[in-house]
């Protein structure tokens, strides 16, 4: 009797997690801020900066659903991904507040309604992921878009790509199409063309930590494909006869922000820490992408190392759930050429400095819950929130926001 009680016991412990309500969550939440410990507190041998005196913060659209993605066109026009499919172009100029209605009914530029909706165990949305612009746009006006799809029972992460003709998306075509073998958890899911033409997708470890070791699924993985879809001869698993062809790096847990800077050419990634269920808690990363590398986890994480697997740039614990990453290439902050911004779903959008490749240190710019990130033409940059947003204004962030919390703003100068 006393052993069933003792074993009861033992896994009730460690296998069982308590249901956490969304208040209990707010709550958590907010003490959390208060103790800070949502900031780089393990930023390590690291330098913290001052925020630079001339930034304005400017509340420019407001009301939206979930904000995914914020991309630029290179004619100046500004789209945004929601969640659910509907991309949204803003008005020109976007300087004054735009507030929307939900349902959208104005400046909707393209639904699609292929996309699979889901709310998660954990509460979180899946649907649209990312999406990216062709560097050749003003000549062929492709975009291409990472979306959840759901068909005869099969989750699945599809790649398309649509042509933009300047009042919608139209002529999608399927370019991949990556089946979801585990949860919709730790998904990854963001899209780049880099400077040599190739396309370049995150995928997460989809909650199966194992996976992202083993070079026969490509979860925990990043991948690289050509614009067709084709998978690059020159791929380092291309020949590896026990490996996916595909695959570009390994050993990744949920990489969520993908930016390749524009002068050197080296690729980045953001990943996501473990939140507790992994057994470890923390250890968000900063990555420079390595062809073939292998980025150790569930092996190595935080400040742990082994021979043959590459350590993170920075890491820092707590996780703040970071989202999307941009390496700014503006001309309203000359001072922050190459540098990284990163926006964080639980914690302040960072401004993480650079210097020769490294990291020299790191401010942030007063806005927190961000989900997006866009430089805009005149080199301000852009921020879409997961909540309401902004330090100082009084507001209280919600982790579980309703649409009307969702919106962006501009960072510019005085």
Known sequence: MQISFLLMLFFSVFFVSPLVTRDQRDQRDQRDRKENRYGMQELICQTRYTRDANIVVTLVVENLHPVCDIETLPDGRVLVLCLGGVVLQLPIPIDNRVTYSYPY?????????????????????????DMTVDPDFLKNKYVYVLYSKKERKQISIQLSRFTDIGVTWTDEVFLYNIPISG??????????????????????????????QNLHTLA?????????????????????????????TFGHRNPVGLAMHPITKQLYIFEAGASGYDRVEGGDELNLLIKGHNYGWPIIY???????????????????????????????????????????????????KMQDGKVIGYT?????????????????????????????????????????????????TN
């Open 105 to 129: 009914r104005e400046n909707v530029y393209y639904t699609d309604k292929d996309v699979y909706f889901e709310r998660s165990s954990k509460g979180i949305l899946e649907g649209v992921f």
């Open 183 to 212: 949860k919709m958890e730790n998904l990854g899911a963001r899209v780049l063309i880099g400077y040599d033409g190739k396309i370049y997708i995150t995928l997460g470890d989809q909650e199966n930590p194992d996976k992202a």
């Open 220 to 248: 925990g993985k990043t991948i690289r494909l050509n614009k067709d879809g084709t998978v690059p001869i020159n791929n380092p698993f291309r020949y590896k006869a026990d490996a996916r062809t595909e695959i570009y």
């Open 302 to 352: 935080q400040d742990k190392k082994r021979k043959g697997m590459e350590v993170p740039l920075v890491q820092f614990t707590p996780s703040n759930i970071p989202g999307d990453m941009i390496i700014y290439d503006g001309t309203m902050f000359p001072q922050w050429q190459g540098d990284l911004f990163v926006a964080n779903n639980r914690g302040p959008v960072y401004h993480v």
């Open 364 to 412: 942030d710019l007063g806005i927190i819950m961000g989900s997006a990130l866009a430089v805009d033409v005149d080199g301000s940059i852009l921020v879409g929130t997961t909540g309401r947003g902004l330090v100082g204004w009084g507001w209280e962030p919600s982790y579980w926001a309703d649409h009307t919390e969702y919106k962006i703003f501009r960072i510019s």
